[in-house]
T-cell receptor
Framework: GENVEQHPSTLSVQEGDSAVIKCTYS??????FPWYKQELGKRPQLIID?????GEKKDQRIAVTLNKTAKHFSLHITETQPEDSAVYFC?????????FGQGTELSVKP | EAQVTQNPRYLITVTGKKLTVTCSQN?????MSWYRQDPGLGLRQIYY???????DKGDVPEGYKVSRKEKRNFPLILESPSPNQTSLYFC????????????????FGNGTRLTVT
């Protein structure tokens, strides 16, 4: 269908711990899966994306994994820092559209 | 500086009074889109445009109109605003889509917070 289910809706971790956010979808035609970070009062900004021809992509402390068979993809943030506190959105493509998940509010406590 | 510019940033209006939110990008992007953001619902796509004179409905197009007469501009029009259109609106652009559908990063504007009373 249309939706992307994103979990959890809120996540609180201690500084230095890891954070994992998961998204599931049902449209097997999707082949592009970006993640956006939105700090309080600001615009969403792309942090990492993955295409369906790879299973994992890493950029410093951020990684995304994709399981196309199970139709889910996850964002992993290691060694979290207070500046990682934000709302994170996953998304998937559907034809010319980009469909977003409901968002995860991540709080990193010092 | 490469950017997507929306105006106004804040707008308070009354039910039924037509309004337009402007959006302009200076990156020569083919793809432009409007989203609304509401608590607990994420970002929902209103309309998108893959090129000049080409527009398509997103997931929540009711009550909105758009036009794409020039590549750089993509205004959002509310002909008769209602209180349920109170929301935070984002315009975004990207180079476009490739083989297999949409697959390039979106650049967002700063948002327009609209209140309809």
């Amino acid at each position: 269908g249309e939706n992307v289910e994103q979990h959890p809706s809120t996540l609180s971790v201690q500084e230095g711990d890891s954070a994992v956010i998961k998204c599931t979808y049902s449209d097997s035609a999707s082949n592009y899966f970006p993640w956006y970070k939105q700090e309080l009062g600001k615009r969403p900004q792309l942090i990492i994306d993955i295409r369906s021809n790879v299973g994992e992509k890493k950029d410093q402390r951020i990684a995304v994994t994709l399981n196309k068979t199970a139709k889910h993809f996850s964002l992993h943030i290691t060694e979290t820092q207070p500046e990682d506190s934000a709302v994170y959105f996953c998304a998937r493509n559907q034809g010319g559209k980009l469909i977003f998940g409901q968002g995860t509010e991540l709080s990193v406590k010092p | 500086e490469a950017q997507v510019t929306q105006n106004p940033r804040y707008l308070i209006t009354v039910t039924g009074k037509k309004l337009t939110v402007t959006c302009s990008q200076n990156m020569n992007h083919e793809y432009m889109s409007w989203y609304r953001q509401d608590p607990g619902l994420g970002l929902r796509q209103i309309y998108y445009s893959m090129n000049v004179e080409v527009t398509d409905k997103g997931d929540v197009p009711e009550g909105y109109k758009v036009s794409r007469k020039e590549k750089r501009n993509f205004p959002l029009i509310l002909e008769s605003p209602s209180p349920n259109q109170t929301s935070l609106y984002f315009c975004a652009s990207s180079p476009g889509q490739g083989v297999g559908g949409y697959n390039s990063p979106l650049h967002f504007g700063n948002g327009t917070r609209l209140t309809v009373t």
